[in-house]
C-alpha cells in the first residue's frame, strides 16, 4: 500500500488558479479578511501532515477491529481517541464554525480540501467530526441564543460530538412516516421517545458528550412529513454552568455489522422519554435539517472522492512496480524480466479513469463549495443566485461523485489483480467503505430524483438555467482561443444534449407523471458527465500556457484530453436512455418481475 | 433474505423452446441416447433442492465464520464437509465427466444449468466441486492412462478433489516467469519445488486426497510460457490397490484474508520436493491448461450470474413487500400508510436493470455450453465450427457477464437502501462475493485482451465471421415476423455496428500495436451488449406468440422490451470509446500519472 500523499499541488491548482478563491475571498462582504491564500495553504499543509500522519495508519486496523458494543456503551477501535484527540487539539472541529461562539469561519472552498484529505485516510474517521459540524450548523442556524451559547464553543472544540438521528426501522427515505413522538413538558423542554436506526456515531468513546439532533413528532402534529420537529437531546444533560450532569434517557442498543466503514458506530438508538429542546419552530424539522442537507452532502460527495484518490495513488504506485509481460511495441525495460504494467494500454486506461474522474470530482466539489461559499458569505442577488446554483448542484456532487467514487475504487482493485482482492493491500476495504457514500445521505436514486423533480422539473428549468449560462459563459469567453478548441467544441456540444434533454423532460413530465422517476439517474449522470467537462475545460484553460514547462500542467492537459475522448462519450448512451422514455419500465406488471 | 428458489422456469423455455436442446442432444454423435428431456429435468429439480434446501443456508454462516488455517491444515466453516458429502452423495462431481471412468457424461448445457443454481446458493461452495471438475477436464484429456484410471474415478466421486497451481507471487497474468521446479526422477516422477499462491481449495478438510494440477519447469525447460510443463501432484500419494500412502510434499503455508468467498480456502501452497507426475506433453503445460480454460471460464461467468440471481430474488422480494412514499401517479395502496417501493419507476428501472441483464446471461451462457456440447460430441467441420464459437465467446461470456454480475449485486443492494448495506440481509455478500469472478481465472481485462487480439484480430476476423453470420440468419429468418421488427431491427443495427468497429478494429491493429489493447474492454462490452440483444431477440420469438396467454412469457417480452430501450442504447458509447484509439492513452508519460 504506497503511503498518502495529499493532492496539495492539484488543491493549490484549483484554489489559487482555475477558481482565484483568495479574490472572492476577498470580496464576500461575510468572509472579508477571514482568509487569506497564506493561511489556506498553511491549513491545508497541516492537515496534510495530519491525514498522513495520524489518520491514515488507523484505516486498515479500524476496518479489522471495528467497533465494539458492550451493554449499552460503544468503544471504538484502538487509536481513534488518540486520533480524534489529536484531531481536537489542532482546532479543526471548528474550521467552519461561527467564530461567534469559538469557530474559525473559514469557507468551505478551504473546507472541502481539508475534508478530501481526511476522507482519503479514512472516511470512518472522517464521519465522526462531519456529523459534528453538520449538527453545529442546524444549531448554529436554527436553535435558540440560549441553546447555541451552551452546545456550540464544546462542540467546535470536538469535546462534545453532534449526530444526527432520522431514520427509523419503517421510515427511511419516507421521513414523513416517523412516528417518534415529543411530548411538551411544563419546563419548556420535550419528553422524546422512540427509536432511531443507522445512527452514525450514535454513541463513542470519543467525546465527553453526545449532542443528538432528532425528528420527531409532537401528539398533535399533522401527518407526513409537514408534522415534523427537531430536537437537541444531549446524551449527558448539561448543567447551568457548562458542566455534565446527569445521563439522559436515550442508549444504544445495538449496532450493526455492515460491509465497510467499520470503524464508525452505526448504532439503534432508544429515547426513553429523553428529555429534549426544540431546535427551530414546531413542524418544520425538515426544514431545519435541510439547512444542514447541502453541506452533509456535498461532504459525502468528497467521501467518494477521497477514497478515489487514495485508491489511485495505490494502483499508480502497484502499476509502477509490478513487472508483468512485455508492452505491445515490444520490451520497455529489456534488462527486467518484464515491463512495469503501466505500459499496457488498459492498465493506463483504468488509471486514467480515476485521475480524470477524481480531478473533475475535486474540481466541482470546490465549485459547489464555491457556491456555498457566496450563498453563506454573499448578499443580495449574488446570494440568491448561488443559493439556486447550490440547490441544483448538490444531488449532483452528492450522487455523481460517490457514483464515479465506486468506479475509481473497483477500477483501482481492478489494476493490483489477484491482490486487489486480499485485504492486506488496502484496496479490497476502499470499495466496501466507498459503497456506503451511494446510499446515506439521501441514495442516488433520491438525488438523482431531487435533481429532476424538485430542483429541475418544479421550477421549469430556472435553475438549470443559471448553470448553462454559467458554462455557455465559459464557452464564449475561451472559444476565441484556438487552442482551447479540442476542449471547447466538445463541451459546447454537450451542453448543447444536456439543454435539449432537460427541456424535453420538462414538457414530458407535464403529460407523464412517471417521466421524471424513469429519466433520473441517467438523467443525472449525463448532467454529470457535462459538468465534469466543463471542469475540465476550465482546468485545461488554465493548464495549457504553462504546459509547455511544467509536467504537472502537462499532466492535467493530458487528463483533460483523455476525459473528452474516452469519458464524455458516455453522455451519448445515457441520452438516449433518458429519452426512451417511462414506458418500458411502468408497462410490466408488478407480479411478472 | 428471500427463500432461493431456483428460475426452473426460465431455464426450461431456455433448454427447450429457444435452444432447442433435446433435438441437439439426441443428433450429437458422442452424446445420443445419454440424456433426454426427461432427465434433464429432474436432474434440475434434484439440483433445485440441493441448492435451495444444502447449500443456500449455508452462505452466510460461511461468509461470517470463514475458513481457518492450524499449522498448515484448513478447516472449512461449520457445515461444510456434511454439505459437500451430500453434494458428493448424490453424484453431481461426475455430471460431466467421462464414462469410462465413471462419468455421467452430461451435456454442459445442462450443466450450465446446474452450476447456475450451486452458485446462486454459494460461490464459496461452488468453488470446491468446480475446480475438481476442471482438473479431471484437463487430466482426462492429457494425462496416460494409468493416471486417469488411478485418479478420475474417485475425483468424479468428490472422494478426492482437484485443485488448480498456476500463480506465483511474482507470475500472474504473465505464468511464463513461474520459478516452480520440476526435477525428472529415475522411476519416471518429477521432483516438484516452489511456492503457488492464491490457489483455491489448496487445502481443505471436505475430501480424503487432494490432486494439485502444478505449472513447473523443466530444468533445460525453455524461457518464457514456452517452457512450461503441467504435473498431478496429491496430496497423499495413491498406492496401487488405490488406497492413501505417505504424505506428499505439498503443504499449505497460509490462507488469504479476502473482501470475499470466504469460505472458500484459498491458499498458498508450498511444494518442497513433493512428488509429481507429468501431464500431458513436456513443455506444453499451458496447452494443456487451456483445454480446461473454456469450461473454466464459462464456469466463472456462471458464478456472475448464480449471484446476480440471487440478488435479484431478494431486491424483488424487498421491493414488493417494503412500503416506502407514494407513486408519481397516486397512491396504488390507499389503505396502506405507503406504496410498496416497486411502484417507482427508479425500482424498477434497477429490478429491471437485473431481470434484463440475468435472463441475457442466462442464454449467453446456455448459448455459450451448446457450442461446447457441440466441440466435445460433434464431428467434423460442425466440429470445428463449434470451436471457432466457443473459442470467440468464452472470453465475453466470462468478462461480460461478470461485469455484469457487479452490476447486478450493486442494484440489488441499492434497492434495500441502507439495509443493503447491513450483513444480516446478505446482499452486500453478493457483492463481495461477486467481485472476485472479474478477476480471477484471467481479469477481465486479460479475457477482453484475449477477445480482441488472438480471437480476432490474429485470425483476421474469422471466428468473429462466424458469431456475425449466426446473428444475421437469425434476423434474416425472424425479418419478416412483423411482430419481431421492434427487436429485429435494432439488432441488426447492433450487429451492423459491432461488425464495423470489428474491421476498424483489425485495420488499425496492422499500424498500431496498442490499438488492440486501448479498445480492449469497450470492445468487449460492445460485443456483449449485441449479444445480450441477440439473446433477449430470440427469446423474444419465442415468447412473443404465447405471450397473450402466460404471464411467464409476457414478463420476457416486456423485459426483452426494456433491454433494448434502455441498455441496448449504451453501446453506442462503447462504440465512440473504441474508436476514439490509443492516443490519448499511450501520449502520457508514465511519470505525469
Redesign the interface.
Known amino acids: 500500500m504506497a503511503e498518502y500523499k495529499a493532492p496539495l499541488r492539484e488543491m493549490h491548482f484549483l484554489l489559487h488558479e482555475v477558481f482565484a478563491a483568495d479574490q472572492l475571498w476577498a470580496r464576500l462582504p461575510g468572509l472579508a479578511g477571514a482568509v487569506e491564500r497564506e493561511t489556506a495553504d498553511a491549513i491545508l499543509e497541516e492537515m496534510a501532515k495530519l491525514a498522513a500522519n495520524t489518520l491514515d495508519p488507523l484505516n486498515r486496523s479500524g476496518d479489522e477491529e471495528g467497533c465494539h458494543w458492550v451493554e449499552g456503551e460503544v468503544t471504538t477501535p484502538a487509536g481513534m481517541k488518540e486520533a480524534y484527540a489529536t484531531y481536537c487539539e489542532g482546532g479543526w472541529g471548528a474550521l467552519l464554525g461561527n467564530p461567534e461562539y469559538g469557530g474559525m469561519g473559514m469557507p468551505k472552498m478551504l473546507g472541502a480540501q481539508v475534508e478530501e484529505m481526511i476522507n482519503s485516510a479514512s472516511i470512518s474517521f472522517a464521519l465522526y467530526p462531519m456529523l459534528t459540524a453538520g449538527a453545529c450548523l442546524a444549531i448554529d442556524t436554527h436553535a435558540s441564543e440560549a441553546l447555541k451559547q451552551k452546545y456550540l464553543p464544546k462542540m467546535y472544540e470536538g469535546t462534545w460530538a453532534g449526530v444526527m438521528d432520522l ?1 427509523e426501522p ?5 421521513l414523513g ?1 416517523i412516528r417518534t413522538k415529543a411530548e411538551p413538558q411544563e419546563d419548556g423542554s420535550y419528553r422524546i421517545t422512540g427509536s432511531k ?2 445512527i452514525t456515531g450514535g454513541d463513542q468513546d470519543l467525546s465527553e458528550n453526545i449532542v443528538h439532533l432528532v425528528l420527531a413528532k409532537l401528539p398533535d402534529a399533522p401527518a407526513g412529513s409537514r408534522g415534523i420537529s427537531l430536537f437537541l437531546v444531549p446524551k449527558y444533560l448539561v448543567n447551568e454552568d457548562g458542566s455534565l450532569g446527569e445521563r439522559n434517557g436515550v442508549h444504544c442498543g445495538s449496532i ?5 466503514i467499520k470503524a464508525s458506530a452505526t448504532c439503534a438508538m432508544n429515547f426513553d422519554g429523553a428529555k429534549g429542546w426544540l431546535v427551530g419552530e414546531v413542524n418544520k424539522g425538515l426544514a431545519a435539517m435541510f439547512t444542514m442537507m447541502n453541506y452533509e452532502r456535498l461532504g459525502v460527495g468528497i467521501q467518494g472522492l477521497g477514497a478515489s484518490e487514495r485508491s489511485y495513488q495505490n494502483a ?1 504506485e502497484y ?2 512496480e509490478r ?3 512485455r508492452a ?3 520490451p520497455q525495460q529489456p534488462d527486467k ?2 515491463d ?1 504494467i ?11 479513469t480515476q ?1 480524470a474522474l477524481i480531478g473533475a470530482g475535486r474540481a466541482l466539489s470546490t465549485y459547489v463549495a464555491q457556491w456555498l461559499d457566496i450563498a453563506k458569505f454573499g448578499e443580495g442577488e449574488e446570494k440568491q443566485h448561488a443559493e439556486g446554483m447550490v440547490a441544483l448542484l448538490t444531488p449532483v456532487a452528492k450522487a455523481f461523485i460517490t457514483d464515479a467514487g ?1 468506479e475509481c475504487t ?1 477500477l483501482g ?2 489494476v493490483f ?2 491482490h ?5 493491500w488496502g484496496q ?1 476495504q476502499l ?2 467503505d466507498v ?2 457514500t ?3 445521505e439521501g ?3 433520491i438525488q ?2 431531487d435533481l429532476v423533480g424538485r430542483k429541475t422539473v418544479a421550477n421549469g428549468g430556472a435553475y438549470f438555467e443559471l448553470f448553462a449560462t454559467d458554462v455557455q459563459a465559459f464557452i464564449d469567453r475561451e472559444g476565441g482561443r484556438e487552442e482551447m478548441a479540442e476542449f471547447v467544441l466538445p463541451l459546447s456540444a454537450g451542453l448543447q444534449c444536456l439543454k435539449e434533454v432537460t427541456a424535453s423532460l420538462i414538457a414530458r413530465a407535464k403529460e407523464d ?2 417521466a ?3 429519466a ?2 441517467e438523467y443525472l449522470h449525463l448532467f454529470g458527465y457535462v459538468a465534469y467537462a466543463y471542469m475540465w475545460a476550465r482546468m485545461a484553460a488554465k493548464a495549457l500556457p504553462k504546459a509547455g514547462e511544467d ?1 504537472f500542467y ?2 492535467q492537459v ?2 483533460a ?2 476525459y473528452f ?3 464524455l ?6 441520452a ?2 433518458v429519452k ?9 406488471e ?4
Not at 450493526?256 to 465497510?260: D, I, L, Q, V
Open positions: 431514520t419503517h421510515a427511511g427515505t419516507d412516516m436506526i443507522f450493526e455489522h455492515k460491509m465497510g499508480r502499476a509502477l513487472i508483468q509481460s505491445p511495441s515490444g524480466a518484464a512495469p503501466i505500459v499496457h494500454p488498459d492498465v493506463r486506461r483504468m488509471l486514467l485521475k465506486l473497483v482493485q481492478q489483480g489477484g486487489g482482492y486480499i485485504r492486506e479490497e470499495v466496501r459503497r456506503i451511494q446510499i446515506y441514495t442516488n436514486g438523482a430524483l407523471p412517471n421524471p422517476g424513469a433520473s439517474v509536467d502537462k499532466g493530458k487528463t484530453r483523455f475522448a474516452r469519458l462519450p458516455r453522455t451519448q448512451s445515457l438516449a436512455s426512451a422514455g417511462s414506458g418500458t419500465l411502468m408497462d410490466i408488478a407480479e411478472l418481475f
